[in-house]
């Protein structure tokens, strides 16, 4: 069954209703009718399911009949990645962080960024769409930062490991820092990496760098590589 997407605000007193895209979807793409059953997430853990009461021209209305929770999935992953310069570069980074299980993601500008501007409204509307394709009910906040620092500071409590191609290949167990039961953030930097002297900044922070293979990754390749490892 597909899903829909409607955040609290539109989910109140046994009562769902799905606005603008998501109703048009269901109304003239998937042709739904009033009683047919629809399944709806709430992007904060809440799965519902129940018959379409009414259907006028941009929204329609479900009745509530079955109603689950799922708890914030573990580990709780947090994707800090700079800014990429091609538009669907970033926007597959971001479809595919969602499709993994990243609980946020956090867009920054480093010393190798070069674009400027970024589509909010399309990497969140890109957001929503994976989350329903895969089948979860949580949906990350996208943020966006001045700088990778700032987003470090903004999790003091979180394991911080970075993606870096120069450094030893030591042997890394995602494992190790599950069982640790504390937020992971993984940082990836934009084309061409971190510089040096980010790299310096991030030891003095007690980040960990991690080798992710052999070979040189393109920052959206890194950044699914990354992540892939955690997967249950």
Same mark, same amino acid.
Request: proline residues 4%; charged residues 30%.
């Given at each position: 069954?597909?899903?829909?997407?409607?955040p609290?605000?539109?989910?109140?007193?046994?009562?769902?209703?799905?606005? !603008?895209? !998501?109703?048009?979807?269901?109304?003239?793409?998937?042709?739904?009718? =009033?009683?047919?059953?629809?399944?709806?997430?709430? %992007?904060?853990?809440?799965?519902?399911?129940?018959?379409?009461?009414?259907?006028?021209?941009?929204?329609?209305?479900?009745?509530? @009949? !079955?109603? &689950?929770? =799922?708890?914030?999935?573990?580990?709780s992953?947090?994707?800090?990645?700079?800014?990429?310069?091609?538009?669907?570069?970033l926007?597959?980074?971001?479809?595919?962080?969602? #499709?993994?299980?990243?609980?946020?993601?956090g867009?920054?500008?480093?010393?190798?960024?070069? &674009?400027?501007?970024?589509?909010?409204?399309?990497?969140?509307?890109?957001?929503?769409?994976?989350? &329903?394709?895969?089948?979860r009910? +949580?949906?990350?906040?996208?943020?966006?930062?001045?700088g +990778?620092? @700032?987003?470090?500071?903004?999790?003091?409590?979180?394991?911080?490991?970075?993606?870096? =191609?120069?450094?030893?290949?030591?042997?890394?167990?995602p494992?190790?820092?599950?069982?640790?039961?504390k937020?992971?953030?993984?940082?990836? %930097?934009? #084309?061409?990496?971190?510089?040096?002297?980010?790299?310096?900044?991030? &030891? !003095?922070? %007690?980040?960990?760098?991690?080798?992710?293979?052999?070979?040189r990754?393109?920052?959206?390749?890194?950044?699914?590589?990354?992540?892939?490892?955690?997967?249950?």
């Amino acid at each position: 069954m597909n899903s829909y997407y409607a955040p609290l605000s539109q989910i109140q007193n046994g009562f769902i209703e799905l606005r !603008e895209q !998501e109703a048009k979807h269901a109304s003239k793409v998937m042709r739904a009718s =009033e009683g047919d059953k629809l399944s709806v997430v709430d %992007g904060r853990g809440g799965r519902y399911s129940g018959p379409i009461t009414r259907i006028t021209k941009n929204t329609i209305q479900l009745e509530i @009949e !079955e109603q &689950k929770r =799922e708890e914030v999935p573990k580990p709780s992953l947090v994707l800090g990645m700079g800014i990429i310069k091609k538009r669907d570069r970033l926007e597959f980074a971001v479809e595919k962080a969602v #499709e993994l299980g990243a609980r946020d993601i956090g867009l920054f500008r480093s010393e190798h960024t070069i &674009k400027e501007n970024v589509r909010v409204d399309r990497l969140e509307a890109i957001a929503i769409s994976a989350m &329903k394709q895969s089948l979860r009910c +949580w949906l990350p906040e996208i943020s966006f930062y001045q700088g +990778w620092q @700032e987003m470090v500071d903004r999790h003091p409590e979180a394991q911080c490991l970075v993606a870096h =191609e120069k450094i030893d290949k030591e042997p890394f167990q995602p494992q190790d820092y599950k069982k640790k039961d504390k937020p992971i953030l993984l940082m990836v %930097g934009p #084309e061409g990496g971190f510089s040096s002297d980010e790299i310096s900044q991030f &030891k !003095e922070k %007690g980040a960990r760098l991690v080798s992710l293979g052999s070979y040189r990754l393109r920052a959206e390749t890194a950044a699914v590589a990354f992540l892939s490892q955690f997967l249950s």
